[in-house]
């Protein structure tokens, strides 16, 4: 990389500095469940940002296991419909509490080949008093009119069984219409509690 040298030792002599992007996230929306049956944020994600990066705080389900697994999926008509095609992969790390199961596997039957339906991001979540899900999800450009949208997210879950779950999830929206809204759902039942923020990132 080329370095740039000032000649004149004087800063007062220097007209303008070429601004250094930050690439600190920027709080745009926070959404906080209470017996919700989902999150929607259909305003706010559009051309401003080059990523835009959610945060899942304490998600509680109303239901356990399959049934209270958070999931996602996007819109291209602001809301009207969450039903984008989408292709992902999907694989998971646990260690149950009594330390008798350790595992790291691939889980086909949580990944996606041109599916319009809803993508999970956790599996088997418990609905115990003390259990919840926290986590993140990042969306590449999809504002974007070019290419498919990329996302990658990671979870960590209190499992049912009971156990840790590492859950990891990518792939893209298998389209070149701007996607600009996204909504946050329980696989079955309510959201009874949890934060969801949504961050842009330039």
Not at 112 to 120: P, R
Not at 182 to 197: E, L, P, R, V, W
Request: proline fraction near 2%; charge should be negative.
């Amino acid at each position: 990389m080329a370095l740039t040298y000032y000649n004149n030792n004087s800063i007062s002599n220097v007209t303008s500095f070429a601004q250094v992007p930050s690439g600190n996230p920027v709080l745009l929306s926070t959404a906080t469940a209470s017996a919700s049956s989902s999150i929607e944020f259909t305003s706010g994600i559009d051309s401003t940002y080059d990523v835009y990066y959610f945060q899942f705080i304490n998600h509680h389900p109303e239901n356990k296991f399959g049934s209270g697994n958070l999931q996602f999926q996007t819109s291209i008509d602001s809301g009207s419909n969450y039903n984008v095609t989408l292709t992902s992969t999907w694989f998971r790390a646990g260690h149950n509490e009594v330390d008798t199961e350790t595992f790291l596997q691939y889980q086909s039957d949580e990944d996606k080949q041109q599916s319009t339906t809803f993508q999970n991001l956790a599996s088997g979540v418990d609905n115990d008093n003390d259990a919840s899900l926290c986590g993140t999800l990042y969306l590449f450009n999809p504002s974007s009119t070019t290419y498919v949208k990329h996302f990658i997210a990671t979870t960590q879950v209190s499992h049912s069984d009971p156990a840790s779950n590492n859950c990891f999830i990518a792939g893209y929206f298998n389209t070149t219409s701007a996607i600009n809204a996204i909504k946050f759902k329980a696989q079955s039942g309510n959201i009874d509690d949890g934060t969801i923020k949504m961050y842009g990132i330039k």
